[in-house]
């Protein structure tokens, strides 16, 4: 049996379910897994979801939270969901974060990011692409997560998966790095969750300005 043969036999296990439970998508039992699994959702929760098309996993968070709120963020239109909102736009464009923001009206329990670039095939532009999302990701869980929420997020593995993790560490209390059943045995997905978001946007170590650069030392914003 090889490697090939056992990952084709598993998508299409995923995409029997998939059409038997009526769900959009395969990836909804990677949701499903990781709630089962981790505990991610509460009934009553704001959820958000980046990369939400075609819907299977708005379709699994609105199970899961009932009357609570689901926002569903893509660049791809997503047919309607009974209790879903969504928004066809750009996460890395400052006006899609915007009306994140409006329709959300407060802030999230979740913050889930299944996003990922087109890929090319290309195996270090497809996981630095990957990166870039998720940074954006990591950069609306600052903006809207509640203290102690929950993140999910999508990586394709690579070298600079570190900095990610790193940067999960950084605000939240627990990491966890994993592969749900549901993933293809041949992909380089994972997940990184991160439970206990410490509610605080770490500080960045910046690059000095120019001007700053060729100063000796400053006091009180005066450069000598
Ligand atoms: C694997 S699919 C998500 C599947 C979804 N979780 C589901 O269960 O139906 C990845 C999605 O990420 C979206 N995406 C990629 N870059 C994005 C961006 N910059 N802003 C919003 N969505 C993005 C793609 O359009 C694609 O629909």
Redesign the pocket.
Known sequence: MTKRWLSERKQEKYYKLAKKYD???R??F??IQMDDRFGIFEDGNSVV????????????AKERVGDGKVVG????P?KPIDGVITII?????EE?MKELLEKLGGKADVV?S?????IGGHYSTDHARSIH?CT?AIDVADRVLKKDGIMVI?VFMGDMFPTIREEMEKRFHIVKVHEPDASRSTSSEVYVLGGGFKGIRPKKITEPAEEEKKAEFSVKGELK
Not at 114 to 118: E, K, Q, S, T
């Open positions: 769900y959009r998508s990836a909804s990677k949701l979801d980046l990369g939400a098309s075609p819907g299977g996993w708005l379709q699994v963020v893509d660049l791809r997503i736009g750009d996460i890395t464009a899609t889930l299944d996003m990922a670039p087109n999302l954006y999508k």
